[in-house]
């Protein structure tokens, strides 16, 4: 990987975030620089949706911080950390589901534009000027991940692996600089985790940053650069994926059934 002088393009640093009696995060802390696929690992409730909600804004932490290119970004409402280029997708996909395929990647554009949304509904000549940009925009995301010609159906009405392809259109027509994906695979069969490989590769080649939330190993371990471990809210490795898949505390966590004592 580049070097990186300009710092990280987020920084976690000492995020703990607990639920009622259950410590959700604990004290993690580490860096995502650009261009990176960092792979985000761990057992069922280990603490991976919660970080994605506390680095989007959906959750405040209780201590520590979220830097995302040198901005604090605790505080901020979810549409700001949007503005600063931070996207998401779901871990049960959340679209609009009565809206067509192409409105729900225009309504994931309109929060870049000048006009928004509500603006949108108006008639002036640079609205709808406006309009048509995000009209064209959407279209070639769609072709992007490969639905263009799923424009006009109702999005409710697709396979569950087009939803998550759809997802991950919306996610993209708000010009993130870091995506976040919450097990983009779950659901999918082989053949459209092979393509949701490729297609991942594509947005990185886009110069977007990835971060990756994923319970198929084989496609963690082939996308990431690096790849963070939690384990009931710790960190408990973050390195390669060559380096995490060696590593006795993971190892112990993963295959022990149990959690590691360290
Ligand atoms: N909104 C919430 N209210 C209460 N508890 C929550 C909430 N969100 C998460 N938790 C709890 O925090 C812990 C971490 O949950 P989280 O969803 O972050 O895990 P995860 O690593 O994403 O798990 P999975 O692989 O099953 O998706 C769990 O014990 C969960 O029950
Ligand atoms: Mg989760």
Redesign the pocket.
């Known amino acids: 990987m580049v070097d990186n002088p300009n710092g990280p393009l987020l920084a976690v640093q000492s995020v703990s975030k607990s ?1 009622g009696g ?1 410590q ?1 995060l604990s004290d993690i802390t580490f860096d995502v620089d650009p261009g990176m696929v960092m792979g985000l690992i ?1 057992p ?7 970080l994605f909600n506390v680095v989007t804004g959906a959750y405040p932490a209780d201590t520590g911080d979220i830097i995302f290119e040198g901005i604090r970004v605790p505080g901020r409402k979810i549409h700001q950390v949007v503005g600063l280029g931070v996207a998401r997708t779901f ?1 049960n996909v959340e679209l609009f589901e009565s809206m067509t395929v192409l409105e729900n990647v225009m309504v994931g554009r309109h929060i870049r534009t000048r006009s928004g949304f509500w603006g949108a509904m108006t008639r002036l000549p640079g609205v709808l000027r406006e309009e048509k940009e995000i009209r064209d925009r959407s279209l070639d995301l769609l072709s992007f991940v490969g639905l263009q010609d799923e424009a006009h159906r109702q999005s409710g009405d697709l396979p569950f692996g087009w939803q998550r392809l759809l997802e991950i259109a919306r996610a993209l027509a708000s010009d993130p600089k870091l995506l976040l994906l919450d097990e983009p695979a779950a659901g999918l069969n082989a053949v459209e985790t092979g393509q949701l490989g490729e297609l991942l590769e594509r947005i990185r080649d886009l110069g977007v940053t990835l971060m990756l939330v994923e319970h198929d190993m084989s496609l963690t371990m082939k996308v990431s650069d690096r790849i963070v471990v ?1 384990d009931q809210g710790r960190m408990l490795a973050q390195g390669t994926p060559r380096e995490v898949q060696s590593d006795e505390a993971v190892m112990a966590a993963y295959l022990g059934g149990g959690h590691a004592s360290n």
């Open positions: 639920f259950v959700a761990g069922n409730g280990a603490g991976k949706t919660t871990q939690l």
